[in-house]
């Protein structure tokens, strides 16, 4: 898969949403406010989802929104679409977002209900490999002490990253947003190395100082498979790189090892370059 960007020139925000938020209200989230906000933080664009399109049972229309919406912004805003796996012609869904130049394609596998190991996802997993784009997962939209009764949807769980990083093929990859230390853990440490270098992790919902799981990380899978973002716009979009400024000593001088770059920023890792 290549880059959505030129690497020289910054980091990408691989988890961005434009769109209402249908259990809260949430500021502005337009294409151009977001324009604005990836130009304070230091991002070079950003993976756009179209937000009120995860609680749709046809995702569609909400591509078409999102595709129509970014078009006056597609050198910053690229569109990550949803493509569900079980849905009539969702392979055109794909085929409209490599067309559309898509860097990834989202899919809400707690939202349709599906269990773990479910073969729809094997397989968008592996459609989205030879298409050469990033299967984009959701952990959780908010926290479960202020999520709305209404939303019962549970969060994304290792069992079911774990069997679609297994089985879609060196080609594949895999971007988990939201994820916490242990899931991470529990995801990375099942499975083979081969395996992990399909899957990526923004760790924008990782707790930084005092208990330090970021830094933790860090020490043990590695930068290189760890992802910027600023989850907008339901989350603050400064948290991604407070967490970086808050690294120990001992953690911002480790260097990105040669050929583990990933796809996502400027030479991969946390800090967009071979040290952080």
């Known amino acids: 898969m290549t880059a959505p960007h030129d690497p020289s020139t910054g ?3 691989v988890t961005a949403w434009i769109g209402a938020y249908p259990f809260r209200d949430i500021a502005h989230p337009d294409p151009e406010v977001l324009v604005r906000v990836l130009a304070r933080e230091g991002f070079s664009g950003a993976w ?3 937000l009120p399109g995860a609680f749709h049972r046809d995702p569609v229309p909400s591509n078409r929104a999102l595709y129509a919406a970014l078009a006056p912004h597609r050198r910053i ?3 990550a679409p949803i493509v569900r796996p079980d849905w009539p012609r969702w392979e055109e ?3 409209t977002a ?3 130049g898509a860097p990834a394609v989202r899919a809400y596998p707690m939202q349709w209900g599906y269990g773990p190991g479910h073969p729809a996802m094997t397989e968008l997993a592996l459609a989205c490999g030879e298409a050469g ?3 984009h997962l959701t952990v959780r939209f908010e926290d479960l002490r202020q999520r709305h009764h209404l939303d019962g949807a549970g969060d994304l769980s290792a069992a079911h990253v774990r069997p679609i990083a297994r089985a879609a093929g060196s080609r594949a990859h895999v971007v988990v947003a939201g994820a916490s230390r242990e899931l991470i853990e529990e995801v990375h440490w099942g499975l083979t190395p081969e395996e992990q270098a399909r899957v990526w992790y923004d760790w924008h919902w990782i707790w930084g100082p005092p208990e330090e799981h970021f830094a933790h990380l860090v020490r043990t899978i590695g930068a290189a498979r760890l992802a910027w973002s600023s989850w907008w716009p339901l989350r603050l979009s400064q948290q991604s790189q407070a967490l970086v400024e808050l690294l120990p000593a001992d953690v911002a001088v480790l260097p ?3 050929g583990e770059g990933g796809p996502f920023a400027h030479g991969g890792g946390i800090g967009g370059t071979r040290t952080y």
């Open 98 to 100: 490599v067309n559309e």
């Open 93 to 95: 869904m794909l085929r």
């Open 133 to 135: 784009v990033a299967l």
């Open 77 to 79: 805003l690229h569109p």
């Open 48 to 50: 756009v989802g179209h």
């Open 11 to 13: 980091r990408i925000d």
């Open 256 to 258: 990105v090892p040669d």
